[in-house]
C-alpha cells in the first residue's frame, strides 16, 4: 500500500500471489484494500519480490492503475496487461 494515492485512505485487507508463468522472477499479486468513500476494491500488480520494498512494482489492472502511483505494466517492456490469465488466476486466491 506504500504506493497508494495520497489522499485515498487505502488500507490493506489481504493478498494473494501467483507466480507468472515463464518469468523465475515476477509475481502476479492481487491486493484487497479498502478506500475512504468507496466500496473494497481489489487490484492486481506485478511484483519482482513478496517483501515490503524488496523489488520492482508494476500496475496492472483498472483498480491498480487508478488508485496506486505504480507505473503501468502494459507501457513497460514486461507488458502485462489486464487480461493476463495470471491475474484471474491472482484474483481467485483471494476466495
Known amino acids: 500500500m506504500s504506493?497508494?494515492?495520497a489522499g485515498i485512505g487505502a488500507?490493506?485487507?489481504k493478498a494473494s500471489a501467483v507466480k507468472s508463468p515463464g518469468?523465475?522472477?515476477v509475481y502476479i499479486?492481487?491486493?484487497?484494500?479498502s478506500a475512504?468513500?468507496?466500496?473494497?476494491?481489489?487490484?492486481?500488480f506485478a511484483a519482482?519480490?513478496?517483501t515490503n520494498g524488496g523489488g520492482m512494482v508494476l500496475a496492472i489492472d483498472g483498480p491498480?492503475?487508478?488508485?496506486s502511483t505504480w507505473p503501468d505494466a502494459d507501457k513497460t517492456d514486461v507488458a502485462i496487461s489486464g487480461?493476463?490469465?495470471s491475474v484471474a488466476v491472482a484474483k481467485a486466491c483471494l476466495k
Open 3 to 5: 504506493g497508494a494515492n
Open 23 to 25: 518469468s523465475d522472477s
Open 48 to 50: 519482482t519480490a513478496l
Open 83 to 85: 487480461d493476463d490469465p
Open 29 to 33: 499479486v492481487a491486493v484487497k484494500f
Open 64 to 67: 491498480a492503475k487508478q488508485f
Open 11 to 13: 488500507k490493506f485487507l
Open 36 to 44: 475512504t468513500g468507496m466500496a473494497n476494491q481489489v487490484g492486481v
